[in-house]
């Protein structure tokens, strides 16, 4: 269905408040900035950021939602004869060696990792997306695998996906706040990536394969 024109102007006006208070606590730290500054240099009232974005926290996560469901994604889209697993050691790969700026593989993204590290409400954020992320992806494996609700083994595999998605993050991170050139970082990650994928047992890599069609 197409876009209508009110849609429109409300997706752009949530964006453009968005990317401002992005700059704004980047250049002054979270906890500095309001969100009466946030809406005076967007030149929206203070109400019209908050029918937008319930709180601060929301402003600067606000692509969250797509982290909550990238995993169970990657899963659910996952080829014939794929593992759920073995498709997001897929996915990773690929954004890893494209160099994505969704993986952090992008300059500056220094400076957004250590506004996080600088403000305990984003740390407490995050840590909350991530249980989401987990949550998310255990209910996926489960119908995806057809279990019941008594299987511990959905728990069980999201728990190792998440680790090997939270290991790579974490490590790009790392290294991008040290100053590192993406390049460089998403070539040590690739061989990263094959160091995790040597740890998984093969019940992990082998869990929720899709039939052939």
């Not at 408040?17 to 929206?44: C, K, M, N, P, R």
């Not at 996080?116 to 984003?122: D, F, G, N, S, V």
């Amino acid at each position: 269905m197409a876009e209508g024109l009110r849609e429109r102007k409300k997706r752009e006006t949530r964006q453009r408040i968005s990317d401002i208070a992005t700059g704004l606590f980047l250049e002054h730290g979270f906890v500095t900035v309001t969100i009466a500054d946030v809406a005076e240099a967007a030149d929206v009232s203070v109400n019209t950021v908050y029918n937008y974005f319930p709180a601060k926290e929301d402003l600067f996560f606000d692509r969250s939602q797509g982290v909550v469901d990238r995993l169970s994604r990657w899963v659910r889209g996952r080829d014939a004869g794929e593992s759920a697993a073995r498709a997001v050691l897929r996915e990773l790969r690929a954004e890893t060696e494209a160099v994505s700026p969704r993986m952090g593989l992008i300059e500056g993204y220094d400076r957004f990792m250590r506004c996080i590290e600088e403000a305990p409400p984003l740390r407490s954020r995050l840590w909350g997306i991530q249980q989401e992320l987990q949550d998310n992806l255990e209910a996926t494996l489960r119908e995806e695998a057809g279990a019941g609700d008594g299987d511990p083994l959905p728990g069980l595999i999201a728990g190792q996906i998440c680790w090997i998605h939270g290991t790579v993050f974490v490590a790009i991170g790392r290294e991008m706040v040290k100053g590192r050139n993406p390049d460089e970082v998403s070539r040590e990650m690739l061989v990263l990536l094959d160091d995790i994928e040597e740890l998984l047992s093969e019940k992990v890599l082998n869990y929720a394969v899709r039939d052939p069609e």
